[in-house]
């Protein structure tokens, strides 16, 4: 059993930025991919970015150019730095990570509004 513990979101004006962490509760580097995905309010939850085995890293076409994950294993955290943020960034993120089982956190709310 692998506990997520996600922080960091918050409200934000377009342009603004907020960095989210997901704090795991073992190394990191045993998990097959950890990510971050999002869910807007009467949408589907979408991928936002991920880190795969070989330090593959996707993201998805709206967030290119924009935000950048990254792991810290020593902090056991995945973080996802947001740059640039648009209204339609708004949605709860979520991070996720991958061994045997798929594992999430329980989500954070990022509100992106004037």
């Known amino acids: 059993q692998v506990q997520l513990l996600e922080s960091g979101g918050g409200f934000v004006q377009p342009g603004g930025s907020l960095k989210l962490s997901c704090a795991a509760s073992?190394?990191?580097?045993?998990?097959?991919?950890m990510g971050w995905y999002r869910q807007a309010p009467g949408k589907q939850r979408e991928l936002v970015a991920v880190?795969?085995?070989?330090?593959?890293?996707n993201y998805a076409d709206s967030v290119k150019g924009r935000f950048t994950i990254s792991g810290d294993n020593a902090k056991r955290t995945v973080y996802l730095q947001m740059n640039s943020l648009k209204p339609e960034d708004t949605a709860v993120y979520y991070c996720?990570?991958?061994?045997?089982?798929?594992?999430w956190g329980q989500g954070t709310q990022v509100t992106v509004s004037s």
């Open positions: 996720n990570v991958k061994d045997i089982y798929n594992y």
């Open positions: 073992r190394s990191i580097f045993s998990f097959r991919s």
């Open positions: 880190i795969s085995t070989g330090d593959t890293i």
